[in-house]
C-alpha cells in the first residue's frame, strides 16, 4: 500500500536555534518513517560548526543563498549556490559560511535523528547565559557526533 505524499512547510515550532544558525524543521523521523530528515538552515556571515563527523548519518548539503565553502578530505573548497555536497557518515567535515549575508542552505541527513539532535542543543542554547558547552558536547556524543579538536 502507498502511503499519501505529504506536502511541508516551515512551522513555527519546528524553528529551532542553536550554534548561531537557525533551522527549520521540514520533514523528520515522524513524516518519514525514519527514512531522513530535511531542514532548512540559516547560517549567519563568518559561522559555521567545528569540523566533526557523525556516526549515524549521511549529509547531503544544497546551497540555496549566499556563499559557503566546505572542509572535507582535508581541504577547503567553495561551493557555489545549486551545487550538491555528499558527505558518508564517518567522513571528517564542517562549512562556513564565506560571504556577507546569511547563508541558507537545504540540508538532509540519513538516516532521520537529526532534527532530535539539534533540538536538545538548541534547549540548551536557549537557557539563560552562555550555553554549557561540556553538555553540549555529550549530547552531540550521544547522538554519533563527534568534534575534531586538533
Known amino acids: 500500500m502507498n502511503k499519501p505524499t505529504l506536502i511541508a512547510s516551515p512551522k ?7 550554534f548561531g544558525d537557525q533551522v527549520s524543521i521540514l520533514l523528520g523521523g515522524a513524516e518519514t518513517a525514519g527514512k531522513f530528515t530535511l531542514f532548512l538552515d540559516v547560517t549567519p556571515p563568518g559561522s559555521g560548526p ?16 549566499g556563499q559557503v565553502e566546505f572542509f572535507i578530505n582535508g581541504a577547503w573548497q567553495e561551493v557555489a ?17 564565506s560571504g556577507d549575508v546569511p547563508l541558507k542552505m537545504l540540508i538532509q541527513t540519513n538516516p532521520s535523528g537529526f532534527e532530535i539532535f539539534f533540538d536538545r542543543c538548541a534547549k540548551e ?4 547565559g552562555t550555553p554549557d558547552m561540556e553538555r553540549i558536547v ?13
Open 138 to 150: 555529550e549530547i552531540s556524543a550521544e547522538h554519533g557526533i563527534h568534534y575534531i579538536t586538533d
Open 125 to 128: 542554547f536557549a537557557k539563560p
Open 50 to 65: 567545528p569540523p566533526h563527523y557523525h556516526e549515524n548519518e549521511d549529509e547531503m548539503f544544497y546551497p540555496l543563498e
Open 81 to 97: 549556490v545549486g551545487t550538491a555536497v555528499f558527505v558518508p557518515r564517518g567522513t571528517v567535515h564542517t562549512f562556513r559560511n
Open 12 to 18: 513555527a515550532d519546528q524553528v529551532l536555534h542553536a
